[in-house]
């Protein structure tokens, strides 16, 4: 790996005034400051149009977004759906929240009510699996085991997500993550994340975001080193964690 740190990474936030609505965009920003601290230089760029993609791209964050504005939300997604694929394939690092994942499953199914059937909404196709509703809406402190440590975020989510296919993110220690009795939460498939934690996920939990920036620097023939900067912001992240897990019953780490 190169020595010298990469110059002039971009994070891109899709969509944002369609999927930020619990803060899950500022990721991207998340991604970018830590990037900084190990020495790189980084930019967010808040994409509203397809037509303002940045010729390169080094990692990309969707967020969550309201019912309301999924179907809109998805034909946004759709007008990059070759980019969404390449990205896929060429190691690109993606980070996907709530409704934001939901859309790169193969589909939404949103409940009827009284006299209105089921409405399917057709996803965009890059993560197996579909997102199908719940008997009642979860909203709650989430904690989940996982290879890159312990990860604790909000889920706030009123439909479970079955026949995930590629490797979850990790086991759920507590809250109710992919549901149905699966005891997951997330999907990984190559270097695309899925994952129901809010917080937004990468400030609580900087260990996630490390893996991320790993792959992004080493894409860029480089090897990530977390700055000094960091350290100090990552033990405010894991009290914060660990005041929320000892609430739960769960160890401090």
């Not at 080094?58 to 969550?64: E, Q």
């Not at 989940?144 to 909000?154: A, D, E, H, Q, Y």
């Amino acid at each position: 790996m190169s020595a010298t740190q990469p110059s002039n990474l971009t994070i891109v936030t899709l969509f944002p005034s369609l999927l930020n609505s619990n803060g899950d965009a500022e990721n991207a920003r998340v991604l970018a400051r830590r990037a900084e601290w190990a020495g790189a230089t980084a930019r967010v760029v808040a994409i509203e149009d397809a037509a303002e993609l940045p010729d390169h791209i080094d990692a990309v964050v969707i967020g969550s977004g309201s019912d309301t504005d999924l179907v809109a939300a998805r034909d946004k997604l759709r007008t990059l759906i070759d980019e969404l694929r390449r990205w896929g394939t060429e190691g690109v690092p993606m980070l996907a929240i709530g409704t934001g994942w939901e859309l790169l499953s193969h589909g939404i199914e949103l409940a009827g009510t009284a006299g209105t059937p089921v409405q399917s909404i057709e996803g965009i196709g890059i993560l197996p699996g579909r997102a199908i509703p719940r008997d009642v809406r979860v909203t709650d402190d989430l904690v989940v085991k996982t290879k890159f440590g312990r990860l604790v975020g909000f889920e706030n989510h009123a439909r479970d997500y079955n026949h995930a296919e590629a490797s979850p993110l990790g086991r759920v220690l507590s809250g109710s993550g992919n549901g149905q009795g699966s005891s997951q939460e997330g999907v990984v498939m190559g270097d695309v994340f899925g994952t129901h934690l809010h917080g937004p996920v990468l400030a609580k939990n900087p260990s996630l975001a490390d893996e991320l920036l790993t792959r992004m620097f080493r894409r860029a023939g480089a090897e990530y080193i977390r700055g000094e900067r960091a350290a100090s912001v990552d033990e405010i992240a894991r009290a914060a964690r660990n005041q929320i897990a000892v609430r739960l019953g769960l160890e401090s780490e």
